[in-house]
């Protein structure tokens, strides 16, 4: 009899009146890991979003003998059903518009070849669409110019279906946002409140002490990622776990790296005195 601690386990549901082996479950979990590894797919990809385990639970009902379709298809005909279906979806929200209102949101950044583009969403009823983007290279993003971007989409949206307009705290974009409002009296004109908190780290951080605190921080991760043998070492110490990550704004990140050397601090000191064998 396998444990209930055994890794299938917890994977096994009732089918067919019965409850499925976790034999079974481990069968179907090194098929899927197999498929994952030999075509390099990013493993949190069975973590995200609802179709993963909709694939599996089609796969169950209609049962073996399915041959499963070529790149072709995926990439033809299934693609244009898909592109069908979220046009509908679409055009369900876009119905909301003029019941519930909706907010126009402008977000502008830049490609990973920094190309700087501006792009237009709509949020209405907690569900936001991607409606258009423009390539600014070469544009100078003058208020006059946002302003005739805005202008536009607020005419494609249809005046009356939008309540407010959201956009970076930058000059330009601010000014755009008096402008639209004294154009057209009913709306209301928001800064991006994460571009706030930005710019508020940006001053916090330019403080002379803060700022000395912060270039300290930096240069200790920047000693420890310089060399993938202080890396590894420092992983040793703090369970594998990472000092830099990722913040939700560009200034957040120096102040959450800095949270992360007070949350090891610890183990980084007990790193520097360790057995110089180690390094």
Same mark, same amino acid.
């Given at each position: 009899?396998? /444990? %209930? $601690?055994?890794?299938?386990?917890? $994977?096994?549901?009732?089918?067919?009146?019965?409850?499925?082996?976790? &034999?079974?479950?481990?069968?179907?979990? +090194?098929?899927?890991?197999?498929?994952?590894?030999?075509?390099?797919?990013?493993?949190?990809?069975?973590?995200?979003?609802?179709?993963?385990? !909709?694939?599996?639970?089609?796969?169950?009902?209609?049962?073996?003998?399915?041959?499963?379709?070529?790149?072709?298809?995926?990439?033809?005909?299934?693609?244009? #059903?898909?592109?069908? #279906?979220?046009?509908? =979806?679409?055009?369900?929200?876009?119905? %909301?518009?003029?019941?519930?209102?909706?907010?126009?949101? @402008?977000?502008?950044? /830049? !490609?990973?070849?920094?190309?700087?583009?501006?792009?237009?969403?709509?949020?209405?009823?907690? /569900?936001?669409?991607?409606? !258009?983007?423009?390539?600014?290279?070469?544009?100078? %993003?003058?208020?006059?110019?946002?302003?005739?971007?805005?202008?536009?989409?607020?005419?494609?949206?249809? #005046? #009356?279906?939008?309540?407010?307009?959201?956009?970076?705290?930058?000059?330009?974009? %601010?000014?755009?946002?008096?402008?639209?409002?004294?154009?057209? &009296?009913?709306?209301?004109? !928001?800064?991006?409140?994460? $571009? @706030?908190?930005?710019?508020?780290?940006?001053?916090?951080?330019?403080?002379? $002490?803060? &700022?000395?605190?912060?270039?300290?921080?930096? *240069?200790?991760?920047?000693?420890?990622?310089?060399?993938? +043998?202080?890396?590894?070492?420092?992983?040793?110490?703090?369970?594998?776990?990472?000092?830099?990550?990722?913040?939700?704004?560009?200034?957040?990140?120096?102040?959450?790296?800095?949270?992360?050397?007070?949350? =090891?601090?610890?183990?980084?000191?007990? *790193?520097?005195?360790?057995?110089?064998?180690?390094?």
């Amino acid at each position: 009899m396998a /444990s %209930k $601690h055994d890794i299938g386990w917890e $994977h096994a549901e009732p089918f067919g009146g019965n409850r499925r082996t976790p &034999k079974c479950a481990k069968k179907v979990g +090194k098929a899927i890991s197999k498929f994952f590894l030999f075509n390099g797919i990013p493993f949190n990809a069975a973590d995200s979003g609802p179709y993963y385990q !909709s694939m599996i639970d089609t796969l169950a009902e209609v049962g073996p003998g399915i041959k499963g379709p070529i790149g072709y298809q995926i990439g033809n005909a299934y693609l244009e #059903e898909e592109v069908q #279906e979220l046009e509908v =979806y679409i055009n369900t929200l876009k119905a %909301k518009w003029l019941v519930y209102g909706c907010t126009i949101m @402008c977000d502008g950044w /830049s !490609s990973r070849t920094r190309k700087p583009i501006i792009n237009f969403m709509v949020y209405c009823d907690r /569900s936001m669409i991607y409606l !258009s983007s423009v390539d600014t290279t070469n544009i100078p %993003k003058t208020a006059d110019y946002v302003f005739s971007l805005m202008d536009k989409i607020i005419e494609e949206v249809g #005046e #009356e279906n939008i309540v407010q307009l959201v956009t970076d705290n930058e000059a330009s974009f %601010k000014a755009v946002g008096m402008l639209l409002m004294e154009k057209r &009296k009913h709306l209301f004109w !928001s800064p991006c409140a994460a $571009h @706030c908190f930005d710019l508020m780290l940006e001053d916090i951080g330019n403080m002379k $002490h803060i &700022k000395e605190i912060l270039d300290q921080a930096k *240069m200790i991760t920047s000693f420890i990622y310089n060399s993938l +043998k202080v890396v590894n070492l420092m992983k040793v110490f703090t369970k594998d776990r990472d000092l830099l990550r990722l913040g939700i704004t560009r200034f957040a990140i120096a102040f959450i790296s800095l949270q992360s050397l007070i949350r =090891y601090e610890g183990d980084l000191k007990m *790193m520097c005195t360790t057995n110089e064998a180690l390094w």
